[in-house]
């Protein structure tokens, strides 16, 4: 078997450690290569990393929900658009922690909450910490998505014992500010620094379907996997339809085999890294799904509601781990 330290990329290079120079021409042979040569390197690499029988099992909650500042053009819970979605204040601790308990009953073995914010006050912070530090207490992994941080507020969240942080760059830098134009997208890179400082772990990946080229797609892979560490979980969003919000005047899904050699080429490039099926699972077979894993994906959301989007049900998501021999907490 060709592993993760020896596998040969399509230019007879040989991948012997974890690697941070990637350039997009790389990328592009990779996701090039006859799709058998290129699942089966995949997989090569993912065996010598993961336990390829095994997935993991996250839940998503909406801690506070709407009247986000900024102008993410797919985004139903920005206040640039009419969306329909009514926008709540910050949850109460109890409340969170109930819903953690259900989703670690449920299956779950890492809770994520996500606050619609450009960046946390103080106040708000607070009340975050409290909530991390009750969850971990649960003994389950904890997440937090509340915008941009400062190092102070990274620091806050790595005492209350926060596990990951998500912030996304959602796309490549070249397509980057047709999506959004009031955060930078080093604004992004700085705030998973200031995490990767404070000693908690990062979870970074994107959305695909938004109308971005397949070259897009890789550069932000390549961005990814160039990162002065990369990211411990990779999520992969499908675009997902929300109602008035300018992404849908350009979306178009990615056919199902083009999907699978992007998540090959994530694993390929990021060969520790969980490479996660995120938003958007409802629009996918199970045979994609099983082709995904197969590609290196090794995670996924359960739970009927990603934010404020639909997710596939715990039930539909059982019976497919099982019918592929895939352990997880659903099993």
């Known amino acids: 078997m060709v592993g993760a330290t020896g596998a040969k990329q399509s230019n007879g290079r040989t991948i012997e450690h974890v690697r941070n120079d990637w350039d997009r021409a790389e990328a592009e042979a990779l996701y090039a290569l006859p799709f058998a040569d290129l699942m089966f390197q ?30 993410c053009g797919y985004c139903s819970q920005s206040a ?48 975050v910490c409290d909530m991390v530090s009750a969850v971990k207490g649960l003994g389950m992994e904890t997440c937090v998505t509340l915008g941009m941080l400062t190092p102070k507020q990274a620091a806050r969240l790595s005492d209350a014992g926060l596990d990951f942080y998500n912030h996304n760059v959602d796309t490549s830098p ?31 990946g994107g959305i695909v379907g938004m109308g971005e080229r397949v070259e897009d797609r890789l550069g932000m892979l390549v961005l990814l996997a160039n990162l002065p560490s990369h990211p411990e979980s990779v ?21 199902p085999i083009a999907l699978a050699r992007l998540i090959a080429v ?66």
Request: glycine share 6%; with cysteine; hydrophobic share 35%.
């Open 235 to 255: 999520p992969i969003n499908l675009w997902n339809e929300v109602k008035g919000v300018p992404v849908n005047d350009t979306a178009e899904r990615p056919d």
């Open 42 to 71: 995949a997989q090569s690499i993912h065996r010598t990393n993961f336990d390829p029988n095994h997935v993991e099992t996250a839940s998503l909650l909406s801690i506070k929900t709407g009247g986000c500042p900024e102008n």
């Open 80 to 127: 640039h658009y009419e969306t329909g979605l009514k926008s709540t204040r910050l949850m109460d601790r109890a409340d969170v922690v109930a819903t953690a308990q259900r989703a670690r009953n449920a299956g779950a073995t890492r809770f994520c909450m996500a606050a619609a914010w450009r960046n946390p006050k103080d106040r708000d912070l607070d009340q």
């Open 266 to 331: 994530a694993r390929i490039m990021m060969p520790r890294s969980v490479v996660r099926l995120s938003a958007g699972r409802q629009y996918m077979t199970d045979e994609l799904q099983a082709l995904c894993f197969l590609a290196g994906a090794n995670s996924i959301f359960i739970g009927d509601v990603l934010l404020t989007t639909e997710n596939p049900q715990r039930d539909r998501d059982g019976n497919l781990l099982d019918r592929l021999g895939i352990t997880s907490r659903l099993s």
């Open 174 to 204: 070249e397509f980057y500010d047709k999506i959004i134009t009031t955060r930078a997208l080093q604004d992004r890179i700085d705030t998973l620094a200031h995490v990767r400082d404070a000693g908690v772990k990062v979870c970074c």
